[in-house]
C-alpha cells in the first residue's frame, strides 16, 4: 500500500486524505506553523503528523494543496530539504512532487523547474471539483513534460485507492496545462459566484424593492441560475478572502483588457471579505437575497 504525502490539512486535502486512508493507505502531512483546526482536520482524517524529513523519506508522492499564494514557498521548502544530508533519511524519496494548486502556468512551471535536477519526478495536476463526499471525487487532471510518461501512469494506478486522475496528453501536453484547465474551470465557477454578488449588491444600491424585484424575475425567467446562486453564493461568503488572490491570478492568466472583469471580481470578494470582518451590511444584503430566493423558489414549485 502506498505512502502518500498531503500537505496541507485543508478542507480538500483532508478530504481527500481520508479517501485515501480508508482504502487503506498511509497518509503522512507536515503542519509546522499550521493552526489547531489543520491539526483537528488532520487527525479527524486519519492523517499522521510528522517532520518534513520524515514525510520525505517514508513517502512515495508528495501532493501540495496548500493555497495558492503558498504553492512555490511549499515546494521550494521541499527542494531545499532534498539537499540537507538529513533529507532523504534511510528510505528512498517520493516518486513525484505533484503540484495540486490553483496557480498560474507561469507559476507552475517555476515550480517544476526546481525539481528537474534532483531524482524526483514532477506532475502538473489541477483538481477540479468539489472536496470528496459520499458518491463524489473531484478529478484530477495531470500532465508532465513529454518523456515523464512513466511517472504519470505510476500516478493514475492511484485510481485503485480512490483518486480519480484524468491523464492529459496529446498534442503540445505540458507542464501548465493541468492549471490551465484548472483555472479555465474558476473563471467559470468562482466567477459567477463573483458576478451573482455584484448583481445583488448593485440591485439592493439602487434599493431594496429592486433587489426583491430582481428575484421574482430570475425565478420565473431564470430558475436554473436561481438555484446555481441559492446554492453558490453562501458557501462563497467565507471563502470571499481566498478568492481575491485567485481572481488576481485569474486577471494574470487571461491577460490583456479581457483581465479587468477577474480585477472587478477580486475587489467584489475583497469587499464581501472585508464586511465579513466589519459592520456586516453587504453580508446581510446577500444573506437576505438568497433568503428570498428560496421562498420564491419554494413558491414556484
Given amino acids: 500500500m502506498p505512502a502518500i504525502a498531503i500537505v496541507s490539512a485543508g478542507a480538500m486535502g483532508s478530504a481527500i486524505a481520508k479517501r485515501l486512508v480508508h482504502a487503506g493507505c498511509t497518509v503522512y502531512t507536515n503542519l509546522d506553523n499550521r493552526s ?36 512555490l514557498a511549499f515546494a521550494q521548502r521541499i ?15 517520493p516518486r513525484a512532487f505533484v503540484d495540486c494548486n490553483a496557480v498560474t502556468p507561469e507559476t507552475v ?3 517544476g523547474a526546481l525539481f528537474n535536477e ?38 493514475s494506478a492511484l485510481a485503485q485507492y480512490g483518486l480519480k486522475v484524468s491523464l492529459l496528453k496529446g498534442a503540445g501536453a505540458g507542464i501548465g496545462d ?54 453558490t453564493v453562501p458557501e462563497g461568503i467565507p ?10 491570478g485569474l486577471a494574470e492568466f487571461v491577460g490583456g483588457g479581457e483581465a479587468d472583469v477577474f480585477m472587478g471580481f477580486a475587489r467584489v470578494f475583497e469587499r464581501v471579505a472585508g464586511s465579513l470582518e466589519g459592520d456586516g451590511v453587504d453580508i446581510e444584503t446577500l444573506r437576505s437575497g438568497v433568503e428570498r430566493a428560496l421562498e420564491l423558489q419554494g413558491t414556484s414549485k
Fill in 36 to 71: 489547531p483546526a489543520a491539526h483537528a482536520r488532520a487527525l479527524a482524517a486519519g492523517m499522521t503528523i510528522v517532520p518534513l524529513p520524515t514525510l520525505l523519506s517514508n513517502s512515495s508522492w508528495i501532493l501540495s494543496i496548500v493555497p495558492p499564494g503558498e504553492a
Fill in 79 to 93: 527542494h531545499s530539504a532534498l539537499a540537507l544530508p538529513s533529507g532523504s533519511g534511510s528510505g528512498s524519496l
Fill in 109 to 111: 512551471k517555476r515550480i
Fill in 118 to 155: 534532483t531524482p524526483m519526478g514532477f506532475i502538473d495536476a489541477g483538481i477540479v471539483g468539489t472536496p470528496p463526499r459520499d458518491g463524489w471525487d473531484p478529478t484530477f487532471y495531470a500532465c508532465s513534460e513529454p518523456g515523464s510518461e512513466d511517472v504519470l501512469e505510476e500516478f
Fill in 178 to 231: 493541468a492549471s490551465s484547465l484548472k483555472l479555465c474551470e474558476s473563471m467559470m465557477k468562482k466567477g459567477s459566484i463573483g458576478l451573482f454578488m455584484t448583481m445583488m449588491l448593485t440591485a439592493h444600491r439602487s434599493s431594496p424593492a429592486t433587489a426583491d424585484a430582481l428575484m421574482k424575475e430570475l425565478s420565473i425567467s431564470q430558475p436554473a441560475l436561481m438555484s446555481r446562486l441559492i446554492q
Fill in 239 to 248: 471563502k470571499a478572502y481566498r478568492f481575491v488572490a485567485e481572481m488576481e
